[in-house]
Nanobody
Framework: QVQLVESGGGLVQAGGSLRLSCAASGLTFSNYAMGWFRQAPGKEREFVAA????????YYADSVKGRFTISRDNAKNTVYLQMNSLKPEDTAVYYC?????????????????WGQGTQVTVSS
């Protein structure tokens, strides 16, 4: 079965950095666009970033543009989210997701598979 397993979350001070990883199995990874979403306490889940199948196209939420970078390694079936200049408002559970459609999407409904999430906490 398809599994997406996130790792790399933790506690970091404001201004710090973290790199999240999402390892995929049970699917042909290069056939899927990948996305990162996050959900803060008491809020709805929101789009963070997405990357196309081959990695050439990326798309970011305005709130993270210039601070976060999404990338992928199709040989390792892994997608990454490098997060720099972290702010307390970035505190959330971060989820990766896989989308079999061509292109990149910010819509949750586009994604077919989801990981369990990893907690990121940014202290002020």
């Amino acid at each position: 079965q398809v599994q997406l397993v996130e790792s790399g979350g933790g506690l970091v001070q404001a201004g710090g950095s973290l790199r999240l990883s999402c390892a995929a199995s049970g699917l042909t990874f290069s056939n899927y666009a990948m996305g990162w979403f996050r959900q803060a306490p008491g809020k709805e889940r929101e789009f963070v970033a997405a990357i196309s199948r081959g990695g050439l196209n990326t798309y970011y939420a305005d709130s993270v543009k210039g601070r976060f970078t999404i990338s992928r390694d199709n040989a390792k079936n892994t997608v990454y989210l490098q997060m720099n200049s972290l702010k307390p408002e970035d505190t959330a559970v971060y989820y990766c997701a896989a989308d079999r459609l061509v292109g990149v999407s910010a819509r949750e409904a586009s994604y077919d598979y989801w990981g369990q999430g990893t907690q990121v906490t940014v202290s002020s």
